[in-house]
């Protein structure tokens, strides 16, 4: 049966007043740098409608139709009932728990940016919302009995709203899929324009905390084409061992091109916060942060002083170790995982995320996390950068430690030098402590006790590379 919409509405005149119509713009549509985001409010009732529905089988997609005048969502998560109806018609209520996406009542409101009246077909509830707070019965609209329809008359006077809109599909892309639960589809037409489809596979499990995921996309006329990501998570209790959600990283991954079998990382080029949804947060770093996050009303940012917030960086920044780690054993643990760390210690010692700088950094000096020349993984404290590849080549880790009598135990992998990955190069003498060594500093070092001690082939090499030297520096002069 319906709600009783009249008794709704006197409800809310007297909790509102009689001028929420002209109040209700001020405090709730003009929230958004971009009104477009909407789409992911949308979304995210959506989710957490589809959570609801439990472990029912059935439709998990979320289908966006515009037309000239009018947006259609529709979805198959559980229907609306009347505490839903009080939720959209309400200024800060909401039915939603700790654990789903969207915590503020408000967020509905977003529509208002670009409709005055949206209409809502659900279950039982057939009805429009006038003057944000005032819901009015109409006509059944045809569905499938599992169908939410939510109908959205643009405003007539508004002549960008159509194409907005359209732009605002297609900054979605197959990531917005990426740490969803509940939908597995995403679709979109503007009829006569453009089309979107976006799909996410089942997760793959890898291991207790990791997962490979692929997002797929095509939109109009274009190729088919996918995402993969290593997504690893880490649940986040509170008092009474309360889950409350989980914290995550996603780095992007490829196949390698030689083999087929194996994936590397790929540095992402931008990195926005995620809250289920990206945030105009920018973490600097090379892939993805996705935690419940306390944000503000808007929830495109979040709340920086937060203690929560605080709370899941450092969780974020654990997590990250342990990702890393399981990627040395893996052997996936190059310096292109690393290029994705944060290295700049400027870009985070002002920030939300330091944690993360420090306790990488703690991690890299301490633990064998990065890769070393001939295979293998070893920590700053016992590495060390030659400038050349014959100095690499030629003198091995356990020379060098009796020469500099100081514990080294292995060269960092050849791909970090002045030339290439000089980024990490500067990182791993100025954050790590690791010392660069040069043909010269090791030949001061030569000393007849360490000479005999070498076989006879060996100072043959030695030979060889005093003459490579030697032209070296001929030609620098």
């Given at each position: 049966?319906?709600?009783?919409?009249?008794?709704?509405?006197?409800?809310?005149?007297?909790?509102?007043?009689?001028?929420?119509?002209?109040?209700?713009?001020?405090?709730?549509?003009?929230?958004?740098?971009?009104?477009?985001?909407?789409?992911?409010?949308?979304?995210?009732?959506?989710?957490?409608?589809?959570?609801?529905?439990?472990?029912?089988?059935?439709?998990?997609?979320?289908?966006?139709?515009?037309?000239?005048?009018?947006?259609?969502?529709?979805?198959?998560?559980?229907?609306?009932?009347?505490?839903?109806?009080?939720?959209?018609?309400?200024?800060?209520?909401?039915?939603?728990?700790?654990?789903?996406?969207?915590?503020?009542?408000?967020?509905?409101?977003?529509?208002?940016?670009?409709?005055?009246?949206?209409?809502?077909?659900?279950g039982d509830e057939d009805f429009i919302v006038e003057n944000y707070v005032q819901p009015r019965g109409i006509a059944r609209k045809e569905r499938h009995p599992d169908e939410t329809m939510i109908l959205l008359p643009l405003k007539s006077d508004d002549?960008?709203?159509?194409?907005?809109?359209?732009?605002?599909?297609?900054?979605?892309?197959?990531?917005?899929?990426?740490?969803?639960?509940?939908?597995?589809?995403?679709?979109?037409?503007?009829?006569?324009?453009?089309?979107?489809?976006?799909?996410?596979?089942?997760?793959?499990?890898?291991?207790?905390?990791?997962?490979?995921?692929?997002?797929?996309?095509?939109?109009?006329?274009?190729?088919?084409?996918?995402?993969?990501?290593?997504?690893?998570?880490?649940?986040?209790?509170?008092?009474?061992?309360?889950?409350?959600?989980?914290?995550?990283?996603?780095?992007?991954?490829?196949?390698?091109?030689?083999?087929?079998?194996?994936?590397?990382?790929?540095?992402?080029?931008?990195?926005?916060?995620?809250?289920?949804?990206?945030?105009?947060?920018?973490?600097?770093?090379?892939?993805?942060?996705?935690?419940p996050y306390r944000t503000t009303p808007s929830r495109d940012n979040i709340m920086y002083n937060d203690p929560w917030n605080q709370h899941l960086v450092e969780e974020t920044a654990s997590l990250l170790v342990e990702a890393l780690k399981w990627l040395?054993?893996?052997?996936?643990?190059?310096?292109?995982?690393?290029?994705?760390?944060?290295?700049?210690?400027?870009?985070?010692?002002?920030?939300?995320?330091?944690?993360?700088?420090?306790?990488?950094?703690?991690?890299?000096?301490?633990?064998?996390?990065?890769?070393?020349?001939?295979g293998e993984y070893i920590p700053a404290l016992q590495a060390k950068l030659a400038s050349t590849q014959e100095l690499r080549e030629l003198f091995s880790p356990e020379q060098i430690s009796i020469l500099f009598d100081d514990g080294m135990k292995g060269?960092?992998?050849?791909?970090?030098?002045?030339?290439?990955?000089?980024?990490?190069?500067?990182?791993?003498?100025?954050?790590?402590?690791?010392?660069?060594?040069?043909?010269?500093?090791?030949?001061?070092?030569?000393?007849?006790?360490?000479?005999?001690?070498?076989?006879?082939?060996?100072?043959?090499?030695?030979?060889?590379?005093?003459?490579?030297?030697?032209?070296?520096?001929?030609?620098?002069?």
């Amino acid at each position: 049966m319906a709600s009783d919409y009249q008794a709704i509405s006197i409800e809310n005149q007297k909790k509102y007043g009689t001028d929420i119509g002209r109040i209700a713009p001020m405090l709730l549509v003009d929230r958004y740098d971009d009104r477009t985001h909407f789409i992911f409010e949308l979304l995210q009732n959506a989710e957490d409608a589809l959570k609801r529905r439990g472990t029912r089988k059935g439709f998990r997609r979320v289908t966006f139709y515009l037309t000239s005048d009018t947006l259609l969502l529709s979805h198959f998560g559980k229907p609306f009932d009347k505490a839903d109806v009080c939720g959209v018609c309400g200024i800060a209520e909401s039915t939603k728990d700790n654990n789903s996406i969207g915590r503020f009542g408000i967020g509905f409101k977003s529509v208002y940016s670009f409709t005055d009246r949206p209409e809502i077909h659900s279950g039982d509830e057939d009805f429009i919302v006038e003057n944000y707070v005032q819901p009015r019965g109409i006509a059944r609209k045809e569905r499938h009995p599992d169908e939410t329809m939510i109908l959205l008359p643009l405003k007539s006077d508004d002549t960008t709203a159509r194409q907005e809109i359209t732009n605002g599909f297609k900054r979605l892309g197959p990531s917005a899929l990426l740490f969803l639960r509940h939908i597995e589809e995403i679709k979109w037409d503007a009829e006569g324009d453009s089309y979107g489809v976006y799909l996410r596979s089942h997760p793959e499990s890898l291991g207790p905390n990791v997962q490979r995921i692929t997002v797929t996309g095509q939109e109009s006329s274009q190729q088919e084409f996918d995402q993969n990501w290593l997504v690893f998570h880490r649940k986040i209790f509170v008092f009474e061992n309360k889950e409350v959600g989980q914290v995550e990283v996603a780095f992007s991954i490829q196949h390698d091109n030689d083999k087929s079998d194996r994936w590397s990382v790929q540095p992402l080029a931008t990195s926005p916060l995620v809250v289920f949804f990206p945030t105009v947060v920018s973490t600097n770093l090379g892939f993805l942060v996705q935690g419940p996050y306390r944000t503000t009303p808007s929830r495109d940012n979040i709340m920086y002083n937060d203690p929560w917030n605080q709370h899941l960086v450092e969780e974020t920044a654990s997590l990250l170790v342990e990702a890393l780690k399981w990627l040395r054993d893996q052997t996936i643990l190059d310096t292109s995982v690393l290029r994705c760390l944060p290295l700049e210690r400027d870009k985070f010692s002002n920030s939300i995320f330091a944690p993360l700088f420090d306790i990488v950094r703690n991690a890299l000096i301490h633990e064998p996390l990065l890769p070393r020349f001939n295979g293998e993984y070893i920590p700053a404290l016992q590495a060390k950068l030659a400038s050349t590849q014959e100095l690499r080549e030629l003198f091995s880790p356990e020379q060098i430690s009796i020469l500099f009598d100081d514990g080294m135990k292995g060269w960092l992998t050849a791909e970090i030098t002045q030339y290439k990955e000089s980024e990490i190069r500067q990182y791993a003498m100025h954050e790590l402590d690791v010392k660069e060594v040069t043909p010269l500093m090791v030949v001061s070092r030569l000393s007849r006790n360490f000479l005999e001690a070498q076989s006879n082939d060996w100072i043959s090499r030695l030979y060889e590379f005093l003459r490579g030297q030697e032209a070296a520096a001929l030609r620098r002069h």
